[in-house]
């Protein structure tokens, strides 16, 4: 059987390269768009956007060169565009001081750890309530989907307090990457995403297994898992995007400047760094997501897409 | 840096956002004595077994970013624990912030050694966030050389010590000597009254730069509006039988307020751009957009280790100008130490702190490291100790300063003629917090109306966190 | 075998245990409890636990040094005597209406725009996406920079068409505007996919109609597309301001709450209390407040949602 078919049909990605295509009529007709108005309007149009881009690039840019810049000469007023003396190794010494490589080793390990303990948590949790008709399974569903509606921000206080001293376990979470990892995977769209998902899976390809004697973990794994590659892909891609740019939560809960990933590092560092360090600091730090999201960009874009609102 | 050596008092503080950064200053001190260079460690307390292995964890190791003074941390870490093979410190950046320290301590996530601002010991004991170190401290050879402010602050009604000072403050006005030459003023002779202050401000505001900045974020702006009341005699707080009233709206107050808007806006002698900490003023010191600044003197080896670019010679320090008050603010950092850590780890957690900021030879041992990295040596530095045991610091400083001595003395010579102040006792951040609105009004807001700021503030400090505390 | 029934709850397990013992159909009950276990730990320690602490809190007395303690409506009392609650209050409001202003127009005509390109159509995607990747610490200190009033970007730029300097972050007047074109060059390209998205689902069946009446340009925006984007429109709408209810980041970073106050919001009121007064029953009251604010736009969104589905 063909295992990527229901995975494509369901999970469409949108044209990557739009440039050109796409004869079908929008506001405007291919018609009107040749008519000699229409060109000229178009021109416009384009001329305009492209302007408009350079609210977003040339702040990146500035940036860049800001990074570039001497102690003295970021603060000049008015402000240089390309730097006096090209100071590369503000990169370098940027890297080095703010102790970077800590800082970006432990992103990575909060991202993955977010990254996998929220894929087993609502894969296994869909799974169930997908497949297996769990007892209440619609009320834990609606439980689940409650928590959408009200973000974790509006009752901060008391999970903080709960990290603090979890109950039941009656340990204390701060100060441990556990912190950040377990809240991560109370995600209720994760399981709602996946649910979704499972519940397009056709019924014949687990039957199969299951008349083979497959238990249902085996189905789990070597069928359900498989066929779900796509949306597991954006999961996981948004999970760690999002892990990438958390900032007030690991601020709350990791207060050991060993552990804190480099959104907080910076913040407690900017305090007593040179601008220019700083500058530097910040486009090195938007490399990873900037990189993950030009590899990415079609699942990306599919996934916003299909959610509707994750960002 | 922070520890010990050229800023003996606990200067990372000061590399922090902390208004407690303030705290450090004027280094001369006193002492009583002993001998010995060799500082005896502190005997751990009641009888344990000597050589257990024991981890301590301390903070306010220099930051990341000052990779050479983490380095002479590391040594003194290293000497520490050579001489007591069963202790091993871990030592952490972390350091204090006014903005996550409460909830830190009440969080128990804090070091079993941590630094704090003057402003925290009386409400940390007074909830018993901090442990009773009396026995520990008592039995340190030095322990009577310290001075009686320097124990006052965290000893509790009943005499008990919860902590020690590890350095003292007081504010100042930081200058730079070039600027004041390129437009005609004397280096050597600084403003030292608010209306010289003024006039200088007006001179030195030419070229692109400002004559004056001052901090109005992180509680900063209530910090420095306390040490301007100070200067002109005026009081924040009253207390009679026990019940707190916030007076800092009086007559005084807003006297400073409109200082503060004359420089800003009659003037145009500040810069447009505010809501600084202190940070930030000495980043704009030291990249020479800005002339004066209200600073304690740890300002001077902050700007040395942040800014490589930064000629440090350029830098004087005088008083904070006075307008007939006669007295600056001064303040300081303590080590405590937390309540939950057991006796067999507080005992060395206590000594490890004496050791790094004050034991002689790792004293003389540090501050020659830190000469050879180019550190600043010999600015001034409130002293904490008396007698002998100060003059031996003194001596030991003495030998490897490196720092531009004359510069100080306006600061130095002025600031015996100057009452010291202690900061307000009570919720002091807080009390911070409320003025930095208002401050920070004054120097965004053209039209503001100081007394009406003032007003609102001290209502929403008395309302809000002095008659809770009334009852 | 079965063929269609995909869609319908009877799973391949619920058909083998039908012919089963009790025993197997408690098997099976474990089995899915098993795989649902996890999550149902999870979501009860730091979601389901936590709101309901949440409301209790909200009447004890709470710093973490001494044991909580009823207090009955204190924390309330205090709050509401705080002249501090109403102005987050107010800020905060401020912030969604301009949020809603930059934030709602900019993405559309921006999806309206690129939906016509036929050329760069993935640039023009690509650029106006990239700031919502950044870590918002970045975004957050590199407008600071920006909006510095001397040697900032924001003020350079406004010089090249002849405006003069702006004072930004520097005054009660623009700091929230300041923080809300920060906010909106932040997050707007997520939304403006998600228009982008919408807009190509519009069947042009629709604009060739209405173009044979003679419809202008204009005229089918107004008819065709925006009635087509009514439903999407709406979900960004409500799920915005729940959005803009909760700011912190950008004030506690950039002004923390000043000049004055001016930017101070709910959230970062919130934090103050727990955090720097270590008063964290009366931060659980106000959180409680916002809380029951956001739940009634969540069912304001629930309702429209279901409405519109219909």
């Known amino acids: 059987m063909n295992l990527a078919a229901p995975s494509t049909r369901r999970f469409r990605l949108p044209r990557g390269g739009g440039d050109g295509q796409s004869p079908e009529r929008t506001l405007t007709s291919p018609l009107s768009r040749h008519q000699p108005g229409g060109r000229v309007s178009y021109a416009i149009l384009l001329a305009v956007l492209l302007f408009a881009t350079l609210a977003t690039v040339v702040p990146l840019l500035w940036m860049v060169l800001g990074g570039l810049k001497t102690s003295t000469e970021i603060f000049r007023s008015p402000p240089t565009f390309l730097p006096e003396q090209w100071r590369w190794n503000n990169f370098q010494d940027s890297w080095d001081s703010l102790r970077y490589s800590l800082y970006f080793r432990n992103t990575v390990a909060l991202a993955v750890g977010s990254w996998l303990i929220q894929i087993v948590v609502a894969a296994t949790a869909a799974y169930s309530l997908s497949r297996l008709q769990p007892l209440f399974g619609r009320v834990i569903l609606i439980m689940f989907i409650g928590t959408l509606m009200v973000p974790a921000d509006a009752y901060l206080i008391p999970r903080y307090l709960t990290v603090l001293e979890v109950p039941v376990f009656g340990i204390s979470l701060a100060d441990t990457w556990w912190a950040v990892w377990l809240p991560a995977a109370v995600s209720a769209f994760n399981i709602f995403l996946l649910k979704s998902f499972f519940d397009q899976i056709p019924q014949d390809l687990t039957d199969a297994a299951i008349l083979d004697g497959a238990n249902a973990w085996q189905v789990f794994i070597q069928i359900i898992l498989p066929l779900s590659r796509p949306v597991i892909a954006v999961v996981s891609i948004f999970a760690f995007i999002n892990s990438w740019k958390d900032f007030f939560w690991p601020l709350l809960v990791l207060t050991d400047p060993d552990l804190q990933p480099i959104s907080v590092a910076l913040y407690r560092l900017s305090e007593s760094e040179s601008l220019n360090l700083i500058i530097a600091a910040l486009a090195i730090a938007s490399l990873p997501p900037l990189i993950a999201f030009l590899i990415f960009q079609r699942q990306i874009i599919a996934g916003i897409t299909f959610s509707g609102l994750k960002g | ?471 | 075998m079965s063929e269609g029934v995909a869609t319908g709850p009877i799973t391949e397990l619920t058909r083998q245990s039908r012919s089963g013992s009790a025993r197997a159909l408690a098997g099976r009950h474990l089995t899915a409890l098993a795989f649902l276990l996890p999550a149902l730990l999870l979501f009860a320690l730091f979601s389901w636990y936590p709101i309901v602490q949440g409301l209790i809190l909200s009447f004890q007395r709470v710093d973490l040094v001494r044991p909580a303690e009823w207090i009955g409506l204190s924390n309330f009392r205090l709050i509401f005597n705080d002249p501090l609650f109403y102005q987050a209050w107010r800020n905060t409001g401020q912030f969604a209406l301009y949020g809603l202003l930059f934030g709602y127009l900019v993405p559309f005509i921006l999806a309206v725009a690129i939906n016509e390109a036929r050329h760069l159509q993935s640039y023009f995607r690509l650029a106006f996406y990239l700031p919502v990747v950044l870590p918002p610490i970045v975004s957050v200190f590199l407008w600071q920079w920006i909006y510095d009033p001397g040697s900032g970007l924001a003020n350079t730029a406004l010089g090249w068409v002849g405006i003069g300097p702006q004072p930004w972050l520097q005054s009660p007047d623009t700091a929230m505007l300041s923080l809300v074109i920060l906010a909106t060059w932040s997050n707007a390209g997520a939304t403006m996919l998600i228009y982008l998205a919408a807009l190509q689902g519009i069947p042009s069946s629709l604009y060739d109609a209405a173009e044979v009446d003679g419809a202008s340009l204009w005229r089918r925006l107004l008819d065709i597309t925006l009635p087509q984007m009514r439903f999407v429109m709406l979900i960004t709408l409500i799920l915005q301001i729940i959005g803009t209810m909760q700011v912190f980041t950008e004030p506690f970073v950039l002004t923390d709450g000043g000049p004055a106050n001016a930017t101070l919001t709910v959230m970062l009121l919130l934090y103050r209390y727990a955090f720097q007064y270590g008063n964290y029953g009366a931060a659980s009251a106000i959180g409680l407040i916002l809380f029951a604010a956001l739940v009634v736009l969540s069912l304001i969104y629930l309702w429209l949602t279901r409405r519109f589905a219909q």
Request: aromatic share 10%; charged share 20%; hydrophobic share 40%.
């Open chain 2, 1 to 471: 840096m922070r520890d010990d050596r050229s800023y003996p008092f606990g200067n990372r503080l000061s590399a922090s956002r902390t208004p407690l950064s303030r705290r450090k200053v004027l280094g001369y001190g006193a002492g009583l004595g002993m001998a010995a260079a060799i500082a005896p460690s502190l005997r751990p307390g009641p009888a344990r077994a000597q050589d257990a292995p024991v981890t301590i964890t301390v903070n306010n190791a220099p930051p990341e970013n000052q990779p050479e003074a983490g380095a002479v941390f590391e040594q003194t870490i290293a000497r520490y624990e050579e001489a007591h093979p069963n202790v091993t410190v871990e030592a952490s950046q972390d350091t204090w912030d006014p903005q996550t320290f409460p909830a830190r301590l009440a969080a128990g996530t804090l070091s079993d050694a941590f630094i704090a601002a003057y402003t925290e010991p009386q409400g940390i004991i007074s909830r018993g966030q901090a442990a009773n170190v009396t026995s520990y401290l008592e039995q340190w050879p030095y322990f009577s050389s310290f001075t009686p402010e320097a124990l006052a602050i965290v000893r509790d009604a009943a005499g008990q010590l919860y902590g020690f000072t590890g350095g003292g403050y007081l504010l100042g006005l930081m200058y730079n000597r070039a600027h004041f030459e390129e437009v005609g003023l004397n280096p050597d002779q600084p403003p030292t009254t608010w209306d010289e202050l003024r006039t200088a401000a007006q001179t030195l505001t030419t070229n692109g730069r400002f004559g004056f900045v001052e901090t109005s974020s992180n509680n900063q702006g209530g910090w420095h509006f306390t040490a301007w009341m100070y200067s002109a005699g005026g009081e924040l707080i009253s207390e009679e039988g026990g019940r707190y009233t916030a007076i800092f709206n009086n007559d005084t107050g807003v006297q400073v307020l409109q200082y503060l808007k004359d420089l800003r806006y009659t003037d145009g002698t500040m810069p447009e751009r505010q809501l600084l900490d202190q940070n930030d003023t000495r980043q704009l010191m030291a990249t020479g957009q800005v002339s004066m600044s209200i600073q304690a003197a740890d300002a001077l080896p902050y700007v040395r280790e942040t800014f490589a670019d930064a000629d440090i010679t350029q830098f004087g320090l005088g008083i904070l100008p006075q307008n007939g008050g006669n007295a600056t603010l001064t303040g300081g950092s303590v080590w405590m130490f937390n309540p939950n850590s057991p006796p067999e780890v507080l005992a060395p957690a206590v000594d490890f702190s004496l050791f790094r900021e004050f034991d002689l030879q790792n004293l003389e041992a540090s501050l020659q490291a830190d000469q050879e990295r180019g550190a600043l040596i010999g600015w001034p530095q409130l002293p904490i100790f008396t007698g002998d045991f100060q003059a031996q610091r003194q001596e030991i400083f003495a030998r490897y300063a490196n720092a531009p001595i004359e510069n100080y003395r306006p600061f130095v010579d002025g600031a015996a003629g100057l009452a010291l102040r202690a900061e307000p006792p009570i919720e002091t951040q807080q009390l911070y917090a409320a003025i930095d609105a208002a401050v920070q009004a004054i120097l965004t807001d053209e039209s503001a109306d100081p007394r009406a700021l003032l007003d609102q503030a001290a209502q929403q400090f008395q309302t809000q966190v002095l008659d809770p505390i009334n009852g």
